[in-house]
């Protein structure tokens, strides 16, 4: 049986966190033992700290770590490597959920000695019928065909625990993660049928937040692990989204909307980079990202009874 400690990251996540340790509590396993389930909270300022306390009093499994200040995703990540004792780490943001065989099924690719880690699908809450719900199902839909060919891994990864650390500036650290992991010889597998859920950014400004400061990171990572991910080639980008695009009125508009938005994200990122000499790798929170609103799952308080996403 396969053993995993799991490392949630989180900022300021109480409308959410409880939710998610359920969901993981929670979760329909077979052939993987959860070990751990280690929540470094950074410098959190509002109850994330107390709910992730109550859950620990219930299930010893969890643990909560406090980094009295934000450091960076990075240094959080750190600090769950330095205590993490498994077979293999699973990384989950708290602004996510997983569905109730995320873990099972994200782990199962590991029977193959090769594979040196993996990553769940992600699935956006966000309405489709909105303009910026728009953008992100078509974001997350191109990321996905994308990650069938050549994967790119996100939101939530699972990798062997022979990764003890990541740099600590690094601001793509699931893409760092991937860069380590190619270097020892493992491959990379995207778990289609591993779901977790998201919500993308509601208005421009905070899209534009998260797309400059991801594509910065890629800058970065380029330049100081030497590494490419799949969604910087724009040339297969653009040919998956014809693939993809529904020719009516509505959708090639705002497909048209949604390339400009991250046209102008990447045109900031390499400004941010290049000219201001930044790489946000403690970064501005996009607050419209963090309610998954009816999707989410379980309770603050732990009841029995509590369940993933369905």
Known sequence: MLTASVGVMAYNEERNVGKLLGALVDQKLENVEIRQIIVVSSGSTDRTDEIVADWSGRDPRIRLVRQESREGKAS????????????LFILESGDTLPAPDCVERLLAPFSDDGVGMTG????????????????????????????????????????????????????????????????????????????????????????????????????????????????????????????????????????????FLETVGRFLGVIDYHVFKRNPYTWD??????????????????????????
């Open 76 to 87: 959080a990540i750190n600090l769950f490597l330095e205590s993490a004792d498994a077979d």
């Open 120 to 259: 769940a699908r992600p699935v956006p809450v966000d309405d489709p019928g909105r303009f910026m719900g728009f953008v992100v199902h078509m974001l997350w839909r191109l990321h996905h065909r994308l990650a069938l060919k050549t994967p790119k891994l996100g939101e939530m990864v699972a990798f062997r625990s022979f990764v003890r650390a990541i740099p600590a500036e690094t601001a793509v650290d699931e893409a760092s993660i991937e860069a380590i992991v190619v270097e020892r010889g493992k491959t990379l597998r995207y778990v289609p049928d591993a779901t977790v859920y998201n919500k993308g950014a509601d208005t421009v400004g905070d899209f534009l937040k998260q797309r400059r400061r991801i594509y910065a990171g890629h800058i970065w990572l380029s330049r100081e692990q030497s590494y490419e991910v799949s969604t910087k080639n724009v040339g297969g980008i653009f040919r998956v989204m014809l693939d993809d695009l529904e020719w009516r009125p509505r959708s090639v508009l705002w497909t048209l909307g949604g390339v």
């Open 285 to 310: 929170v996009a607050e419209s990202t963090k309610n998954l609103g009816d999707a989410e799952a379980g309770s603050e308080a732990p009841p029995s009874d509590a369940r993933g996403p369905r």
